[in-house]
C-alpha cells in the first residue's frame, strides 16, 4: 500500500510542478506579448499643467463632456467658469456656467472616449505634494493614451483642440498667474475690455497700439537690423488711473494671451524668475506688475541701514529678486515670436537708472491724474446720449435741453423706453414685500447728444483737473450710474467728502509717522541713557578696583614692613644671642 501511496504523492506533485511552470511561463508569454502590443500600438503623451497645451486639451475635453460618465468625483464650489464638463445637480440648468458647484474628476480615473475611431483613454494625475486636489489649480498631469500607432491622429487631437480653444477664447481674454507651485499655473478669463473704453489723453492708446502691432510684425526688419527684437513698455502713475486696464485692452485688441506675475510674490527668485519668463509661450504679453516692488523703497533703506549699524536683523519683507537677476531676464525677453513685456509701477523713482534705459523700457508713459477732457469723456461714457437725433426741428433743440436742465431726474415711469432697465421678474408686483424685485432702472435714461454734452462740460467745470483719478471718479459716477444730474448736482459734496477723507488720511499718516518719530527718538534716549549708565557703572567700577588695588597695595607694604621688622628683630636677637654665647 505504501509504495502505492508514495507514489500517487510524486505524481501529482509532478503534476503541480509542470501546471504551474506552464501558467507561469503562459503569464509570462501574455505580458511579453501585451507589452509588445501596447509599446508598438499605443501612443501616450502628457500634458503639463504649466503648458498651454495643458489648456488645449482641458479644453477639449470639457467641451467634449468626456468627463461626464465618471463615477468619482470631488465636489468644490464654482469660484470661476471654468468646469469639467461633469453634469451636476448643482448645475442643473442646461447652461453649465449657472452652477453653483463644480464635480472635478479624481485622480488616476482612467477616461474612455473615441476620437477619429480611436479609442483613447485619459486620466488625470494627482500633482507631486498635493495633499488635496480640489482641481485644475492644483496643478498635475493629464495623461492621454491612443491605441493607435497611427501619430497623425494625435497630431490632429492636439490641432483639433487648439483650434476650439483659441476660437472658444477668442471673446475672451486669458490671463495667466503664477500659483505657489512657482510655474504659470492659474488661470483666469475676463471679458474682452474694448479700447474705445479707456479713457486716456488725445492719441495716447493709439500710440500704443500702433507701436505694438508695428513691432510684432517687423520680425525681419529687427534681424535685417541687427538689433534684438523685443520691446518693453512701462507704465507708471498713481494708483487707479489705468495703467493695468490699457494693458487688458491692449492684449485683447492684438489677440495675445496675459501672463502676469508679481516679484514680490513669496519665493520667486531669480532662478524662478528666469524659469518663469523663458516658458512664456509665442504670441503674448509678459506682465509684471508693480515692478518696484522687488526693490526696497528709500525708507525701507533707511531702515535697514539704521537697523544694519545698530546690528538688527529685519524681517524680509522684499523679494529674494536682484535687480541683475531682472536685468537679465529682460534682456533675454527677446523673441521671433512676438512676446512684449509690459511693466507697470507706481513709483517710477524707485526704479535703478540701468532698469528704465532704453532697450529695457523703450516706451513709457506717464498716467496722471484726469484731465479736462478725460473727465468730460468719463461722464460721457457713463450717460451715453440717445443714438438718434428725433426728427425734430435744430430751433427746437435749445429749447428742449433747458427743459431738461429744469426737469427733475426722470424716474423709472418717465425714462424713454429703451433706457429703463428691464425688470427680470415680470411678476414682481404680486411677490411679497420682503421679496419684493428692485425695479430701480439699471441703465441711465438715454438724453439727446446735445444735452449729454452740455452736462458732461458743467460736470467737468465742477471737477478740477489733475486733482481726482479716473478709478475715483468712476466710483463716484457709480453711485449715481442712472441719474445723470444727480450726477453733476452732487460732485461738489462728494468732492469735499473726498478731500476731507483725503486730509484724514494725511493726518493719521503724519500722526504715524510722528508716533514713529516719537518713538525712534525714545528708543535712541534711552539707548543713550544706557550707554551713559554703562559708562558711569565702568567709571564707578574702574574707581572701586583702583581703590581696591590701592588698599592691596597699601596692606602688602604693611605686612612686608612688619615682615621685614620681624625678620630684622630676629637677625638682631640671634646676633645678640650668638654675641652673649661668645
Ligand atoms: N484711464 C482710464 N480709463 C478707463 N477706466 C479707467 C481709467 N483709469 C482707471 N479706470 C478704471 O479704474 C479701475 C482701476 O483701473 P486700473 O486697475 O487700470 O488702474 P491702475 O492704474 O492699473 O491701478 P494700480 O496701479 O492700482 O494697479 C478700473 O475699473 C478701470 O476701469
Redesign the pocket.
Known sequence: MEPVLANSYLQSSLNFFFFGTVLETGRRLWQFLMDKFTGGFVLTAIFDSADPAYEWFFSYLNDEKIWSSTREFRVTARTTSRTWGVNSAASNSNNDDEGYAEYTPSYDQPQLFKYQGTYCQVTRTKPEGAAHGLGHEDGGQLVLTLYTRNRSVLDNLISHARAQYLKKSKPRLVVHGTDHCGSWCQVTTKARRPLD????PTGVKEMMLNDARDFLRSEQWYADAGIQHKRGYLLY?P???????TIHALAGELDLEIYALSLAANGMDDAGLSRLIGSTPAHSIILIEDIDCAFPSREEKKRQKEAKEKGIVLAETQSRITLSGLLNVIDGVSSEEGRLLFA?T?YVNRLDPALLRAGRMDVKIH?KMSTQD?IVNLFKRFYPAQKEEAPAASDKKSRRISELELTPPPTPSTLPADSTSTDPNPTSDTASPKFAVDTTPIYPPRLPQAAVDQLAERFASLVPQNKF???EL?GYLLTVKTRPYEAVDGVVKWMEEVEEERERMRKEKEEEEKREEEEEKKEKEEQEKAEKKDKVDEEKKDKVDEEKKEKVGEEKEKVDEEKKEKVDEEKKEKVDEEKKED
Do not use: H, R
Request: charged share 5%; net charge positive.
Open positions: 473704453s479707456l479713457i486716456l502713475g494708483p487707479g488711473t489705468g495703467k493695468s486696464s507697470t507706481n498716467y478725460q483719478t479716473v478709478a468712476q
